[in-house]
Structure formats: C-alpha cells, structure tokens
C-alpha cells in the first residue's frame, strides 16, 4: 500500500532528503582528487625563465654604433631567445637611473670616459647599475679637420695653430664673428671642448649643430668645396672610409687632467675608451637567458665599423645590417648564449 506524506511528515522527509544529498556531495568532494595547478608564482617563474612574459628594454642612444648594437641584440633576444624586445631611444645620461629603476634593462654602448660620476654612483657606491663588460669596441673622440687643410696650412695639425687668430679665422662664419668655429654635435654628448678651448687660450667659438646627421651634413657640403672645417667627432665610425680626416693633436691625455673636469679644468685630449655595457641586475632573475646573453655580446671594432658602414654607405638600416653581420658570423653571436 502506497503511503502519502502530508503536512509536518512531508516537510521533514523533504529536509532529511536534502541533507541527505548535501552529505553525499560533501564526501565525494572530500574523496576527489586536489585539481591540477593553473597559476600563481610556480607555474609564472618558467614562463618568465624562458622569455614569454618579460619584455627585454634597450636603451638606444643617438648614434650608429648603439643603433646596430641593440639591433643585433634584438633579432637574438626574439628570434633565438623568444623575448619581446622594446626598443627606448634615450640620452646617454639619463639611461642611468632609468636603469638603475628597472625601466630599462641594458645599454650596449657606454663611453667611460664621459661617465666617471654616474659610474661612481650607479655601480660603485649604489650597486643599482651592473657593469656587464666590456663591448669589444674602443672609441675616441677627439677633433678632425680634412687632411687638405693641414696640407696647406700644417700647423693647423696640432693646437698651437688655433691659438693664431689669423689661422683660426680660416674657420669662421657670421655666427662666430673673427673667431673660427669648433663645430660640435648635440649638447647631450659627452664633451669639454668649450673648457679646452678656454683653458689652451684657443681663437674658437663652439657652435652646435645639434645632431650626428648635423656634422655629417656640414662636412660633406665643406668638403664638396675643399674648405676648412674644424669638428667633433669619433671612432669607429664609416666617415673615415668616405673622406681623408686628420686628428688635430691636443696635450696629451692625463687622469690628472680630467680630475678637473668638475672644476672646467679640462685642457688636454679625450681617453681612449674602452666600450661597456650596463644593465639592471635584476634580469638575471626574470629573464636569465636574455640576461646571460647581454654579459657575453662582444665583438670587434671591425665588426662594428661595417656594420655602421652598412648603414652610413650603402643606406641600409641598422635591422638589415645585424641581419647580414649575423649571417656571417653566427659562431661569434652563437657563443654570447653559452652554447
């Protein structure tokens, strides 16, 4: 016989099936298996290990040199490594706390001699900025004229010649009066021409043509016309395979005198350089392989010179240079990853 349930038996059998059913699920609950991991640090650290979560960021400075240097790195960081790379176009001196912050990650060309204070504070008393060695590439910066100039007027090879107001207004223009102009590049850069003129009692007047393209342009239109042209300028560099450069020969270099460059006391010639780089050291814990990378990139002046020749001459970008410098060398770039 069929029993129905009605009122207060109804109501309890209903609730006794309902814990009944919540008991059930609870256990098979309690029974089941922990579900696998999907996040959290474990399971980020070996996306980050390998590159696919960290975005490498390169400081680019305004010349050639720094240009094909970060664009060799980039092609390796994406293509070999897998990072994403983003590229800052930066001043040489405000790279440092950039770095230094983490908003950058490296920067693949620094010339020391114009960086004693930031090397002091960033790396040396701060440790916020790691040196990662050296590039492989040394620089000098120092003043040019076309050989033609000292050819007729050869005492314009050393800076005695420019102490002759005769002589130094063989360079002069309507900016700079009767003195002879001393052109320079962009502000930025990394000079004391002003104090070495000052100092040495020079008949020149700096004047800024305010970018690398600036001076090439400027030399190019004076040498077109064989006349005199006094400037800033650098090795490595393509320039010299395009014209016949002389290096007017200032005092000799000395640690004594560039300690009084904090006092304007600069009258002798720029170091030698010895390219560096810098980056920020906590990539070695995000991104290890970019950071290992980084540390052994090295090559020569050489290797530098054509690539910027590729760019300066033959009008390719820096991207198509690494590209073809990378074709021929894969050894060399091979060895930065510790293969």
């Not at 006794?16 to 699920?25: D, E, I, S, T």
């Not at 790396?123 to 590439?137: D, P, S, T």
Request: charged letters at 20%; proline letters at 6%.
């Amino acid at each position: 016989m069929i029993r129905y349930l009605t009122g207060t038996s109804w109501r309890r059998g209903a609730i006794l099936a309902v814990l009944l059913a919540v008991g059930a699920l609870w256990m098979a609950a309690c029974a089941a298996p922990p579900p696998p991991q999907t996040g959290g640090e474990s399971a980020a650290a070996p996306e980050e290990a390998g590159g696919e979560q960290v975005t490498v960021k390169l400081a680019e400075n305004p010349w050639t040199g720094s240009q094909v240097n970060v664009a060799v790195a980039k092609k390796i960081l994406e293509e070999e490594l897998g990072y994403g790379v983003e590229i800052i176009t930066i001043d040489e001196n405000a790279q440092w706390p950039a770095i230094a912050a983490g908003d950058i990650h490296a920067s693949l060309e620094v010339w020391p001699s114009g960086h004693q204070e930031n090397i002091q504070q960033y790396i040396q008393e701060q440790k916020v900025v790691e040196n990662w060695g050296e590039l492989g590439v040394i620089g000098r910066i120092g003043w040019y004229v076309p050989t033609y100039v000292v050819e007729e007027y050869p005492e314009l090879a050393t800076w005695e010649g420019y102490r002759d107001p005769e002589l130094a207004g063989l360079f002069a223009t309507a900016e700079t009066g009767d003195k002879g102009q001393f052109l320079a590049g962009d502000p930025s850069w990394v000079s004391y021409d002003e104090d070495i003129i000052r100092n040495l009692g020079l008949e020149l007047q700096v004047v800024y043509a305010g970018s690398e393209e600036a001076i090439l342009a400027a030399l190019d239109a004076a040498y077109s016309r064989q006349e005199p042209i006094l400037f800033y300028f650098w090795t490595p560099h393509s320039i010299f395979a395009r014209y016949d450069l002389t290096r007017v020969e200032l005092p000799p270099y000395s640690d004594e005198c560039y300690a009084r460059a904090d006092q304007g006391g600069v009258d002798c010639d720029y170091p030698p350089d010895v390219l560096f780089k810098i980056g920020w050291p906590q990539l070695k814990e995000v991104a290890p392989e970019a950071y290992t990378l980084l540390q052994n990139m090295a090559y020569s002046n050489e290797d530098q010179i054509g690539m910027i020749a590729a760019v300066e001459v033959e009008g390719k970008s820096p991207e198509e240079a690494a590209a073809a410098w990378m074709a021929e060398n894969e050894a060399v770039w091979r060895s930065w990853l510790g293969e």
